[in-house]
């Protein structure tokens, strides 16, 4: 129930993965499951995803989106706190008050508590566009918002997070064996650069709002406004500094609301949050040859990121 408060075990692949004989194993003993073309983690099954698509959003209801490791849980924790006047609940914790309907894991909420939870509602999806919540933006009543962050943070953020956890078949490859595999569209939720375009390009929509990572960094009260805008809401003031200390990245990282730490498995869930940590991990050769690669799958596009 969303106030709860308890310990999330780690992912089981026979409580969690609904048809373990779907799943796949891939090289370094990458483990993924394919759904409707998307490779995904085991524990998005095919029950939950249908159940996410056909789900009739509220006109209030608000659904974040990200490709993963691209700052979707301090995007949440800004939304929640927005949402409500700046306030944390005594009890429970982040997770407990988002719902995330393709994941039979960490999020699992029947349909009927869903429908007896309140307005606003939060949704969480690392779908693309193609596969979103309710259908889309194009054909729900409900809010999405969609954050992107640069693909180079994002490729090194992803890959210490996979490795050696269940729900990735304790992959152990390398860094290299890793950046090939991302860039090829073979790692949980597929290509970056289809996923974040084809939200990218229905950007227009009314009901769908598109933010960077490094814009929240580098002018967070201006996205924030941007935010509160979308969302409706009017807070005053103190109410947006608010939002602003309580979101910061070391603040979170201790806060035990927000840091997920009652979910095994997630320690260490906020690593840096900074933009340039791939400098850490890329070679220059890498380097050359990955901005290469972005270059030419985001040309035309208008989209663009910082790196620095």
């Not at 193609?130 to 693909?151: E, H, K, T």
């Not at 090194?156 to 050696?164: L, T």
């Not at 890793?178 to 289809?194: A, I, K, P, S």
């Not at 320690?267 to 270059?295: C, H, P």
Request: proline share 5%; net charge negative.
């Amino acid at each position: 129930m969303a106030g709860e408060t308890r310990r999330i075990a780690a992912y089981d692949d026979a409580l969690h993965a609904e048809n373990p004989e779907d799943l796949r194993t891939g090289e370094c003993g990458y483990k993924y499951r394919l759904l409707d073309g998307l490779v995904v983690p085991p524990y998005v099954t095919p029950g939950r995803y249908a159940h996410a698509r056909a789900f009739e959003m509220r006109p209030d209801d608000v659904c974040y989106v990200s490709y993963p490791k691209s700052g979707s849980t301090w995007l949440a924790h800004i939304i929640f706190l927005i949402l409500h006047d700046g306030e944390s609940p005594a009890e429970g914790t982040l997770r407990s008050q988002l719902h995330w309907l393709e994941s039979s894991w960490t999020y699992p909420r029947s349909p009927d508590e869903l429908e007896q939870l309140p307005s606003p509602r939060i949704f969480k999806s690392h779908m693309p566009y193609r596969m979103a919540l309710g259908g889309g933006p194009d054909r729900s009543r409900g809010r999405f918002i969609y954050i992107a962050r640069n693909p180079k943070d994002v490729a090194v953020s992803y890959y210490h997070f996979e490795r050696a956890k269940a729900w990735s078949g304790h992959y152990d490859g390398s860094w290299a064996h890793w950046l090939e595999m991302l860039t090829n569209g073979r790692v949980q939720r597929g290509d970056w650069f289809d996923h974040v375009l084809g939200w990218w390009n229905s950007r227009q929509l009314g009901n769908l709002l598109f933010l960077k990572y490094e814009d929240l960094l580098r002018d967070f009260p201006a996205q924030l406004r941007r935010l509160v805008g979308f969302l409706g809401v009017d807070p005053d003031e103190r109410t947006l500094d608010k939002i602003e200390q309580l979101t910061r990245f070391d603040a979170m990282k201790t806060d035990r609301f927000a840091n997920m730490h009652e979910i095994e498995d997630f320690e260490g869930f906020f690593r840096e949050g900074r933009v340039g940590s791939w400098r850490d991990q890329f070679t220059a050769q890498q380097d050359a040859w990955f901005s290469q690669v972005i270059a030419e799958r985001l040309a035309g596009s208008r989209l663009d990121f910082d790196y620095e």
